[in-house]
């Protein structure tokens, strides 16, 4: 578990100070509009389906194009992808509130517009959060995700106020201008950053491997698969309270935009005190129990809301659902990125976004469609009741402690010199590793190949394979493939100082005169000379 430090020491940071209030004012912008849009839908249209999809159309982009951008932000300035999102979402903001304010709006429009800045979202999410990596130390990394939540709800616990008062005030174009302008203080703040990104010495990763490579790589790690399963499970059922709370405020409540504002308003509270009491959470209990409790309490502050007729009551439901939601939220974020090391930390983030935006926007449509059938109370007691399925996983797929591995580069190695003149992208080429191994020590030899083995498909190599020679058992010989020379070099440079423990073992293990002996070579394909005479006599007709 990570030293305990202050909630706030992040924001001793500079530009990690500096954007994070820019953020703040951002965040506060993307509220008043997602009031703004909520309800303008809920006025144009009758259907509650209708009204939970917007949540949808917002989320839904996250889950399809997430990992895309993640393999954008692993392989690209995450800095200028960060800019070049925020300017397409500001464009998008200005037309959204244009057609507003000429009354040009229908249902299916609004939709579109929403889905359009989830696409802006969906882009600069994976390069926002790699980023916070970037500009703090490893130590303070919990605490920086702990702050963005905390920023985000800060925002939360005010913006949906505000927005109410903005759309009861001047109408949903009113919002959604406001939104627009608040894009700004994010842009300045980037273009002000000069962050200071390590230079690759080899070729950009083409997009299709580098998004192959992503999913490889999560894959491969356990941990970080259980993780986006608790996330998608999450996602799925707390989406509920946030999709449909709008018609709660319409109808179970009798209230207008500032009961729904309000209604956020107190989500966001308990949000920002569950972000502030996280960290000494986190010194006392496993990742696993303060999971359990976050599902158990967002599913009794469900059900308190589906079925309380008091706007006191369900604000109170809604502080300990608030609270739940960034427990839980900002838990995963923190596994996912000290589980995974710097040069596929983008993906991961994406996938596990793909997973929990994917869960929230399948969530929308599910309790939308249950409560156009059978209202909204209904459904939320059914998200609750589902939530509980969440507790219970936890005691088969239990969450991982907070990694304390060292996942920095190895930088162990170095590029061979190489008699045969190849191109970088010249392959397959095919390794070969020489062991020499006594009978006593193989069952750990062969206990130590199966980490091996997951670790060298896991950094991108193909086909491993464990060989014994039949005339000397002692001898060992682990075979790899991989595409191309870069594709090697590449695949060296992915270990990191954590994987050197199980190098180090078979190093020790080994009991050959000299270390162990590795073949690279490139495969050809030979034809033997009188085929390749006869096939060119045929082929030549003079």
């Known amino acids: 578990m990570p030293d305990s430090r202050s909630p706030l020491s992040p924001l001793a940071n500079e530009f990690y100070r500096r954007i994070w209030f820019a953020s703040m004012a951002s965040n506060l912008g993307g509220l008043i509009q997602g009031v703004g849009a909520a309800w303008m839908m809920a006025s144009i249209s009758s259907s509650e389906n209708m009204v939970a999809l917007v949540q949808a159309s917002n989320t839904g982009p996250i889950m399809l194009f997430s990992l895309i951008a993640g393999a954008i932000a692993d392989s690209f300035d995450r800095r200028r992808v960060m800019i070049a999102s925020q300017i397409f979402m500001v464009t998008i903001s200005a037309l959204l509130a244009l057609f507003a304010y000429l009354d040009l709006i229908t249902p299916w429009a609004l939709l579109a517009f929403t889905f359009l800045i989830g696409c802006g979202t969906a882009l600069n999410n994976p390069s926002w959060q790699a980023s916070v990596g970037d500009m703090v130390p490893r130590a303070d990394l919990p605490a920086a995700v702990s702050l963005n939540s905390m920023g985000f709800n800060i925002t939360r616990s005010v913006g949906p106020a505000i927005g109410g008062l903005i759309v009861a005030a001047a109408g949903a174009a009113a919002a959604f201008a406001v939104n627009t302008l608040s894009y700004f203080a994010i842009l300045y703040a980037l273009f002000r950053w000069k962050p200071n990104f390590p230079q690759s010495t080899l070729p950009r990763e083409q997009l299709g491997p580098a998004i192959s490579a992503g999913l490889r790589y999560v894959a491969m790690s356990p941990n970080l698969g259980k993780v986006l399963f608790r996330g998608f499970v999450f996602g799925l059922t707390a989406t509920s309270i946030l999709s449909l709370l709008p018609i709660v405020a319409r109808d179970q409540l009798a209230g207008g935009p500032l009961v729904y504002g309000g209604l956020l308003g107190a989500f966001g509270i308990g949000a920002i005190l569950g972000a502030l009491y996280n960290q000494r959470l986190r010194d006392i209990l496993s990742s696993e129990d303060i999971v359990r409790a976050s599902f158990a309490g967002f599913a009794l502050a469900t059900v308190v809301t589906g079925v309380s007729d008091s706007i006191w009551l369900a604000g109170a439901a809604l502080m300990v659902a608030g609270a739940c939601w960034v427990l839980a939220l900002s838990l995963f974020n923190t596994v996912v990125q000290l589980s995974t090391p710097r040069w596929v930390v983008g993906r991961a983030l994406s996938l596990y976004q793909t997973a929990t935006f994917g869960g929230m926007?399948?969530?929308?449509?599910?309790?939308?469609?249950?409560?156009?059938?059978?209202?909204?109370?209904?459904?939320?007691?059914?998200?609750?009741?589902?939530?509980?399925?969440?507790?219970?996983?936890?005691?088969?797929?239990?969450?991982?402690?907070?990694?304390?591995?060292?996942?920095?580069?190895?930088?162990?190695?170095?590029?061979?010199?190489?008699?045969?003149?190849?191109?970088?992208?010249?392959?397959?080429?095919?390794?070969?590793?020489?062991?020499?191994?006594?009978?006593?020590?193989?069952p750990e030899f062969l206990r130590i190949m199966v980490e091996r083995r997951r670790i060298r498909l896991r950094d991108g190599a193909r086909n491993w394979t464990l060989m014994r020679d039949l005339e000397k058992p002692e001898i060992w010989t682990e075979t790899y493939h991989v595409p191309t020379w870069v594709d090697y070099v590449r695949h060296n440079q992915r270990r990191t100082k954590a994987d050197a423990e199980i190098t180090d073992r078979l190093i020790e293990l080994h009991r050959g005169p000299t270390k162990p002996h590795v073949h690279r070579m490139i495969e050809r394909q030979a034809i033997p000379p009188e085929d390749d005479v006869f096939h060119q006599s045929h082929l030549d007709p003079h």
């Open 361 to 442: 926007a399948t969530g929308s449509w599910l309790w939308g469609s249950i409560a156009e059938s059978y209202g909204s109370g209904h459904a939320l007691v059914a998200s609750g009741a589902l939530m509980m399925v969440g507790v219970a996983i936890g005691f088969f797929l239990p969450m991982p402690a907070f990694s304390a591995l060292d996942l920095d580069p190895l930088n162990r190695f170095n590029e061979p010199a190489l008699k045969l003149d190849i191109r970088p992208r010249s392959g397959p080429i095919v390794i070969q590793i020489d062991f020499e191994i006594d009978d006593v020590d193989m």
